[in-house]
């Protein structure tokens, strides 16, 4: 029996202060640097992205899904940063599937040049926000990521798959001869899909998983641990998964760093659990629930 150890970390928040300029004062990244300065839940901390990828190492993962949000304004420093964390640790860029969450499309801009392709380099996985779904063949399955990031207007924080995308998951569906995981950065689920931070096409996604056999779906967005089903074919459900901060050290412990692991025997899931970082002791400890 195959055995495979994959990991999702999640809405990573990178923050690097001296990014911002003048000029955002008067643009949406106002609100952005606002919140990365004095929200006091928004505590992220960059030197826990190193010592997460390493105990990820440690326990023998072989793949990482980042699900989005990877930076806070979207600017080209912002992920050169972040680059150079993860060309430090032991994974290569074909071990990540990266996929862009709302702050990544925070300008129109950002979005128009592809900040995020152009400064993360091989890691992004593919080189535009028009290239997706991000197809990862890890042996026994296979991941597909989406892209729900789109740039919005001040203060909202919806997301939305285009057409194209759509097309191409239903053909990915329909096709495949291994089971499969999908990624991406909104929640999927009806009731989340609001107009202001929420998946607003999200009715279409279902209908395409609803006809599928998927393994289960991976995202984030919520900074909160969560499980829930979604209606998959032939009365099965599909699991769905959401997971809180990488690198968040808040107040409240229970928002503590997280990683989300995921056992899969012969492509198809075991098991999954939680591992958050312990700030007392400096280790990571794994907790058995959602
Ligand atoms: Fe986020
Ligand atoms: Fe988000």
């Not at 996604?205 to 609803?210: A, D, E, F, N, P």
């Not at 928002?255 to 939680?274: E, I, P, Q, S």
């Amino acid at each position: 029996m195959s055995e495979k150890l994959i990991a999702q970390i999640t809405d990573i928040h990178y923050p690097v202060y001296k990014t911002f300029k003048f000029k955002d004062l008067f643009s949406k990244r106002i609100t952005g640097f606002a919140n990365l300065l004095f929200s006091s839940r928004r505590r992220f901390r960059p030197h826990l992205l190193p010592l997460s990828l390493q105990n990820l190492e440690r326990l023998g993962v072989k793949h990482i899904v980042i699900t989005g949000d990877l930076v806070n304004l979207a600017y080209p420093a912002e992920y050169v940063s972040l680059k150079e964390v993860l060309e430090e640790s032991s994974f290569t860029p074909s071990q990540f599937t990266i996929i862009p969450g709302n702050h990544d499309a925070y300008t129109k801009t950002a979005y128009a040049n592809n900040n995020l392709h152009k400064n993360l380099g091989l890691f992004a996985g593919v080189d535009s926000f028009a290239s997706y779904p991000l197809v990862r063949d890890i042996g026994d399955f296979t991941i597909i990521g989406l892209s729900t990031a789109i740039p919005t207007e001040f203060g909202m924080a919806y997301g939305r798959i285009d057409d194209l995308q759509l097309q191409k998951l239903k053909v990915l569906l329909e096709n495949s001869d291994k089971p499969q995981v999908i990624a991406l950065h909104h929640p999927p689920q009806k009731g989340l899909d609001g107009w202001s931070d929420g998946l607003v096409n999200g009715s279409e996604l279902r209908k395409l998983l609803s006809r599928s056999k998927v393994e289960c779906i991976l995202h984030g967005h919520e900074h909160l641990n969560s499980g829930h089903w979604l209606q998959g074919i032939d009365s099965t459900r599909i699991p769905v998964y959401g997971t809180s901060c990488a690198i968040l050290d808040p107040k409240q412990s229970s928002k503590n760093a997280t990683v989300r692991l995921l056992r899969f025997l012969d492509g198809h899931l075991d098991k999954t659990w939680l591992v958050k970082y312990n700030k007392k002791t400096g280790h990571w400890n794994s907790v058995d629930t959602i």
